[in-house]
């Protein structure tokens, strides 16, 4: 049975884990290099090489349990506030 073009790009794909581009791959095979992105996501090229844990640079550190500081307020007399407002101005006041 006949291979496609499209069963040789993934085992050229995966022949070289993932590292060569769609740009390299696309003159081999007479295809563009959009259509090698949409084969990849339609048959999940990725899901068989192992991927590198890419950091999280952008997201926020979550702070262990231990370095949380726990803030208590002294309640002073509220001058007319409600709990809620006076818990925001406290809250204010803080940050």
């Not at 997201?59 to 803030?71: A, G, L, M």
């Amino acid at each position: 049975m006949a291979r496609t073009n499209r069963e040789k790009a993934y085992d050229y794909y995966r022949k070289h884990k993932g590292k060569v581009t769609f740009k390299a791959i696309a003159p081999k095979f007479g295809v563009s290099e959009s259509t090698l992105r949409r084969w990849r996501k339609e048959d999940g090229w990725d899901d068989d090489i192992p991927k590198k844990k890419i950091s999280s640079r952008g997201s926020p550190k979550k702070r262990s349990q231990k370095s949380q500081k726990t803030v208590e307020y002294e309640l002073l007399p509220s001058n007319g506030l409600n709990d809620r407002q006076s818990l925001f101005c406290m809250h204010y006041v803080r940050c």
